[in-house]
């Protein structure tokens, strides 16, 4: 069995083909989609998080909804870019909105992406220290992140407070005893991947990843997976390791699929830069009918590594419409492949 969910970017605009013309669409419907997943059985919802951008960018509070209007189904982001985050205010954010959904968070983060605005994160209050790159504050916030998430208290108590503290040094509230154990790291390097595993952290890998070896993407991504899993085991880590890949998978069923999707069909890996010097691969999105699907998704080395396959989905054209999309990949898709 393979663990299925849908990742959404959140987008909205004033398109007319857009079924999300506002935040309030895009948000409220985040939330209709999620209830409607989790009757049609899929397990996870996840959202893309963005800064000054029409997208979804504070997560906790979508999340936090979802969690109150659903039972089951995992909860998550893909990924939250930690530069621009105050860790410990985090640990707060994302200790009350898993408590709400009642231990269902899944949190992927990131020392983040190349974003709309020039160092965006400079406006948030933040810089790295001296002699660091951006990155490398992206990883430090999430270690401490990961740090504060244990429980254990760190703070001085005042003598005098306004309310009885209980004995020592205090820690951040409210505290959810196992989210520690779910929190993803979104690599887009091998080393990276091994980083994540040596901290204890699962893997998010993405559509994209950079151009280690020249190889196709899917099988770029399965060597960075085999190697994540390695790291984990030379970790000697309690909990077991997860790792979910991210595709663009359309079943072609109807004639509105064939006409949003049908020119994806057949479509390679390409080849691009990000970061001005960083040569990257991108992997190519799957549309065709059911059967030539299964064939060509059964080829797909990263996708049978790993154990949680997120559907990238068009949020723009609605809760309709992509209820649609994950019903046929459930229906027509995944119980040829086993996954169900």
């Known amino acids: 069995m393979k663990k299925i969910g849908f990742l959404s970017f959140g987008h909205w605009g004033s398109h007319p083909a857009y079924s999300t013309r506002s935040a ?6 985040s939330i209709d989609l999620a209830v409607a997943a989790e009757e049609l059985g899929v397990d996870g919802a996840y959202f893309r998080v963005h800064h000054f951008a029409q997208q979804l960018a504070s997560p906790f509070p979508l999340l936090a909804a979802i969690g109150a209007k659903t039972s089951k189904i995992e909860i998550g982001t893909g990924v939250i870019d930690m530069r621009y985050e105050n860790p410990l205010y985090m640990v707060e954010d994302a200790g009350a909105a898993d408590i709400i959904s009642g231990g269902r968070l899944q949190l992927g983060i990131s020392r983040g992406s190349p974003e709309q605005v020039i160092d965006g994160w400079r406006y948030f209050g933040y810089e790295p220290d001296e002699g660091d790159t951006d990155a490398d504050m992206g990883r430090k ?11 254990i208290g760190f703070a ?4 005098y407070p306004m309310f009885p503290n209980p004995p020592g040094l205090l820690r951040l509230e409210p505290h959810s005893e196992s989210l520690r154990d779910r929190i993803w790291w979104g690599a887009a390097s091998n080393a990276t991947a091994v980083w994540a595993a040596e901290n204890g952290m699962h893997l998010q890998s993405s559509t994209l990843k950079y151009d280690e070896s020249g190889k196709p993407f899917h099988v770029q991504q399965a060597e960075q997976i085999r190697l994540y899993r390695e790291a ?32 994806e069909a ?7 830069v990000i970061e001005t010097d960083k040569r990257t691969i991108f992997g190519r999105s799957y549309a065709a009918e059911p059967d030539q699907l299964i064939k060509e998704l ?9 154990d949680t396959l997120l559907l990238t989905i068009p949020n723009t054209l609605g809760v309709e419409y992509n209820v649609h999309v994950l019903s046929s990949f459930l229906t027509h898709v995944a119980p040829a492949l086993g996954w169900r």
């Not at 880590?237 to 949003?260: E, T």
């Open 156 to 159: 001085e108590p005042n003598p």
């Open 24 to 29: 309030s669409d895009t948000l409220l419907q």
């Open 141 to 151: 916030k999430g270690l401490e992140f990961l740090e504060k998430l244990n429980g």
């Open 266 to 272: 057949n479509k390679s890996d390409q080849i691009g």
């Open 298 to 306: 059964a080829e797909d080395e990263a996708i049978q590594e790993a």
């Open 232 to 263: 984990w085991k030379q970790a000697g880590h309690s909990h077991k390791p997860r790792v979910s890949v991210s595709r663009s998978i359309f079943a072609l069923v109807n004639d509105l699929d064939r006409y949003y999707f049908g020119q």
